[in-house]
């Protein structure tokens, strides 16, 4: 039985452990940098708090990195150099360079890595993919996506209102898109950004994403952290020229396919396969167990280290683009 440490006891870790509690392994504990904070986490989820990531190392198989992003790459560095498999947060890193040394640290020493970009394993989103991949809804086109929420913590100071350790709401939350986009479009050529990063708005930030594939879809990706408190919604759009798909959380039916037929058109609703209350319909739980499942069976995990990479890479250039108010080529793109 694998034994688990989590980096981080916030929201992030928290959810970790209640889905690492559901499978066959053993949660070693918690370390964070407020010691206070791991020894609750150990207390309500099991395990024990370790004063050091040097202990924790020393006694689990398998490291868990849900600590702020800044932090991700010196966490995944020590556990590669100490031949742990790892699973970490998206994003993956702050910065290209980081997310380049970790892809290449876990290589070289033979460990296996895992960016949790855990949208993929949303069933609606899973088998939006499915229903794309059939061909039925013949070449596709355009890809449009939707994330939005509150602005977090407003009026206080921390990672996620830091831009230059968050990234702001592309690289902490458009990034889910961007990731999926590319998942089912193929590798990104250039994207155009439009937004209030760089703007004097307080308390809000908002971008609209125009992406050029390689294959020549297209994709309009918007992400909102402007949306009052308590709300947040999702929507997902993807044509091709035999038909449409449409998620939208907003929506009592999950996924809806709009057909071409040879003299009318078919609307149906496509059914998600389990129950939404059912455990395993979790996506987190559903992440989390592919992950293990691909550690004990050595098959390839569903996003890969290269995956993880290439997100952050378009979420930069997205970045970039919404900084000098051009275009910019993702498949040439270096971060300053």
Same mark, same amino acid.
């Given at each position: ?16 452990? $209640?889905? &690492?509690?559901? @499978?066959?392994?053993?949660? #070693? ?8 904070? #791991?020894? #609750? ?26 600590? /702020? /992003? ?10 590669? !150099? ?6 970490? $947060? ?22 296996? @890595? ?9 069933? =609606?989103?899973?088998? !939006? ?29 921390? &990672? ?64 909102? &952290? ?17 038909? @449409? ?5 907003? %929506? ?10 040879? =003299? ?17 319909? %979790? ?9 293990? !499942?691909?550690? $004990?069976?050595? %098959? ?9 990479? =290439? ?26």
């Amino acid at each position: 039985m694998r034994r688990v440490g989590i980096i981080g006891a916030g929201l992030t870790g928290g959810m970790h452990a $209640e889905r &690492w509690a559901q @499978l066959p392994v053993e949660l #070693a504990g918690f370390c964070t940098r407020t010691p206070e904070r #791991a020894q #609750a986490a150990a207390q309500r989820y099991g395990g024990r708090a370790f004063p050091s990531l040097e202990l924790l190392l020393a006694e689990v198989d398998v490291v868990d990195v849900c600590a /702020p /992003p800044p932090a991700h790459k010196d966490l995944v560095l020590a556990a590669a !150099a100490v031949g742990k498999d790892v699973i970490c $947060e998206k994003p993956m890193a702050r910065h290209l360079c980081d997310a380049e040394e970790m892809v290449a640290a876990c290589e070289t020493a033979g460990v296996r @890595l895992f960016v949790a970009h855990v949208v993929r394993f949303f069933p =609606e989103y899973a088998r !939006a993919k499915e229903v794309l991949d059939s061909g039925q809804l013949g070449r596709p086109g355009v890809i449009r996506t939707v994330r939005g929420g509150n602005f977090p913590a407003p009026g206080t100071r921390n &990672w996620y209102t830091d831009f230059e350790q968050g990234g702001g709401v592309i690289m902490d939350m458009l990034i889910h898109d961007i990731d999926y986009a590319r998942w089912c479009f193929s590798d990104v050529a250039r994207v155009f950004a439009r937004g209030l990063t760089f703007s004097d708005v307080r308390d809000a930030d908002h971008v609209l994403l125009t992406v050029r594939f390689q294959n020549g879809a297209i994709g309009h990706l918007e992400g909102s &952290w402007a949306y009052p408190p308590g709300n947040f919604r999702t929507r997902l759009e993807i044509a091709g020229d035999e038909g @449409l798909l449409e998620v939208d959380s907003l %929506d009592t039916l999950p996924l809806s396919v709009t057909l071409k037929q040879e =003299e009318t058109t078919l609307a149906a609703g496509v059914p998600v396969p389990e129950s939404p209350m059912h455990p395993t319909d %979790d996506p987190y739980y559903r992440e989390i167990a592919h992950f293990l !499942a691909g550690l $004990e069976s050595g %098959d390839d995990f569903l996003v890969s280290p290269r995956d993880g990479l =290439e997100a952050v890479r378009i979420a930069l250039a997205a970045i970039e683009s919404l900084r000098t108010g051009r275009p910019v080529d993702v498949t040439t793109f270096k971060e300053a």
